[in-house]
């Protein structure tokens, strides 16, 4: 559990860390390239979810959150015996759903940056929280799936 805490504490902090800077030394709306028609730093407010689905439903996605981190810790964490890996896993989800909900909770949205323009599609801008989500997702998808491959392999 002390792996989740610290893994957790510092995705969070760096997150919130991110857009602090973001938010002072930018303005609403701008952005700075970083590589040209590929990457840049866009300051956005999002009050909606991935894709700004939900907008203005920030008390729904706040208790989505919450009840997001209780399963879990409930079903997921809590009385099992995790590898280290997975515990890292964890406490990247974690500290991304903290980063995110900590934002919606003092701010009433979440303040995105990360702008990336892609064969001329432009991606929704996202930011350190929902990359740790999404990372941690699929490896947690990946790893649950192997494990299970593992376990038939034995049983045969």
Do not use: H, W
């Amino acid at each position: 559990m002390q792996m989740i805490a610290i893994v957790s504490s510092i995705t969070l902090l760096l997150d919130q860390i991110i857009k602090i800077i973001v938010s002072t030394k930018m303005t609403l709306n701008t952005s700075i390239t970083i590589i040209k028609d590929f990457f840049s730093i866009t300051y956005v407010r999002n009050d909606g979810a991935a894709f700004s689905i939900l907008g203005g439903k920030t008390l729904f996605l706040i208790l989505v959150s919450l009840i997001s981190l209780y399963l879990i810790y409930y079903f997921l964490i809590k009385d099992k015996k995790l590898k280290k890996l997975e515990k890292i896993i964890y406490g990247l989800l974690i500290g991304g759903l903290l980063g995110n909900l900590l934002d919606r909770i003092l701010l009433g949205c979440v303040i995105d940056y990360l702008s990336f323009n892609i064969l001329g599609y432009e991606a929704p801008i996202f930011n350190l929280a929902d990359t740790c989500i999404v990372v941690s997702t699929c490896l947690l998808i990946l790893f649950v799936g192997s494990d299970k491959v593992e376990n038939k392999s034995i049983r045969k």
